[in-house]
């Protein structure tokens, strides 16, 4: 038996000083006076199950490209961050059924992942449009990926709405979720165009070019399909208040819609375009937006408006970026390593979250929403994944000491207070005082179910 000991853990019944013993890959009791063989000290820190990061894209291929994190790399950023288990993505070629691909991408990320992991099943226009692909999805529900990525933006991956409709009854029969990039993406790709037709080809013009109130409208039309299908429904990567609003709306008309928001939209802006040579790296979609956006999405987040926080890390370096014009610049920002702590630090010492509710946002409502039964909590029979947490700790954040691969970060130069001492996965050291412990492969595949 291993004891960590004079810990504040964070269990979902509240923070409570007590001793957490773990029996194997388990959870064994929480209590005082417990007795183990192992004890790990951790007075003044707080304990709390592995963070879940239900969103990311490690070595991602794109238009010729790779995200520059590997599922190596990438993995142990996330452990160094206090991440335990990420959900990647599988997107099936145009002949490739849903089945092969999720074998082909599983058999990149084993042996190499030193972390837990799901993948989520991409539905892309070719499969989306197919009632005999879309039956596939009953049996990548048996294999363990119970949920489906659809888009309503970007070609070769933009499902209209008939479309739409028939996955999202697809996947409720098959008793999945479906978990969606939310954009009017056909009208984005015009005003685009527009722009780039004038000369419009600086960075900014990313984010003027899709509209906020353009991604709430995509919201509406999903959740009205998904509850005709009776299909529940995530969106991903909410960061603007109008999206926020239209998933509150369609949520107190009884509609099983949930909401995920990102570090880069609860603390950035699209200010970050204007500056200098640098303004190409922020371009990730939906586009970061205003100061005025953020107290909403915090507030969604406190309220549960927002279930959860995801990074949807997908990294690409500072010569990828540098493209000559807007529109050809790869999406997305790094982050996998710091969500704990930059929600900690700008949420929880702000007072704008509670320790508990930080918990429930970057660990228990990831887990519960995308069908990890045995992660996300502090409790008897839960895997022990666990991460003790110093609050005082001081860290300025900056890619050489950051372990993701990538030559920039969003948050160099930020100083947070709050940082993870301490990793464990299913009972084994993963991260012992900010050194990494593991092993390529620790990590393993996960079915996911409901
Ligand atoms: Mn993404």
């Known amino acids: 038996m291993l004891l960590i000991t004079n810990g504040q853990l964070i269990t979902p019944d509240g923070v409570v000083e007590a001793d957490l013993a773990i029996d194997g890959q388990e959870i064994a009791a929480i209590g005082r006076g417990l007795t183990g063989e192992r004890v790990i000290d951790a007075a003044g820190c707080y304990v709390l199950p592995g963070g879940v990061d239900p969103h990311v894209h490690l070595q991602m291929p794109l238009a010729g490209r790779v995200s520059t994190d590997t599922f190596l790399s990438g993995s142990i950023a996330a452990a160094h961050g206090g991440t335990t288990t990420f959900i990647d993505f599988v997107t099936p070629e145009p002949e490739q059924s849903m089945l092969d691909a999720l074998h082909a991408r599983q058999a990149e990320a084993d042996g190499e992942t030193v972390i837990d992991y799901g993948l989520h099943m991409t539905i892309p226009t070719w499969h989306g449009a197919e009632e005999t692909r879309l039956k596939e999805t009953t049996a990548a529900v048996a294999a363990g990926c119970a949920t489906f990525k659809l888009y309503q933006a970007y070609t070769g991956m933009v499902l209209d709405d008939p479309s739409l409709l028939r996955a999202f009854q697809a996947i409720a029969r098959a008793g999945g979720l479906a978990v969606l990039h939310s954009e009017t993406g056909p009208v984005l790709e015009l005003l685009r165009s527009q722009a780039l037709a004038a000369g419009y080809t600086a960075p900014i013009w990313h984010e003027r070019t899709r509209p906020a109130r ?79 956006d953020h107290v909403p999405l915090w507030r969604g987040l406190a309220n549960g408006a927002l279930a959860m926080v995801s990074t949807d890390h997908c990294p690409w370096t500072r010569a990828e970026k540098d493209q000559p014009d807007f529109s050809l610049v790869p999406g997305g920002v790094p982050g996998i390593e710091t969500r704990l702590s930059l929600i900690y630090h700008h949420g929880v010492r702000t007072g704008l979250i509670s320790p508990s509710r930080w918990v429930e946002i970057c660990c228990t409502e990831p887990a519960r929403r995308m069908g990890l039964s045995r992660k996300g909590r502090l409790a008897p029979g839960y895997d ?16 050489n000491t950051l372990h993701e691969l990538c030559d920039w970060t969003p948050y160099a130069g930020m100083t947070l207070t709050g940082w993870p001492r301490t990793v464990l996965q299913r009972g084994r050291l993963l991260v012992e005082e900010e050194e990494f412990v593991g092993a390529p492969g620790d990590g393993t595949f996960i079915k996911r179910a409901f």
């Open 214 to 292: 353009l991604e709430a409208t995509a919201i509406h039309r999903a959740a009205e399909l998904a509850d005709l299908a009776q299909c529940p429904l995530h969106i991903f990567h909410v960061g603007c208040a109008e999206a926020v609003a239209e998933i509150t709306r369609a949520q107190a008309a009884g509609i099983d819609i949930s909401g995920e928001s990102c570090p880069q939209y609860l603390l950035l802006t699209a200010e970050e375009h204007l500056a200098g040579p640098d303004g190409a790296l922020f371009i990730c979609a939906p586009p970061l937006r205003n100061v005025s």
């Open 384 to 399: 022990a994944d666990v991460v003790i947490f110093d609050p005082t700790r001081r860290r300025t954040l900056s890619v």
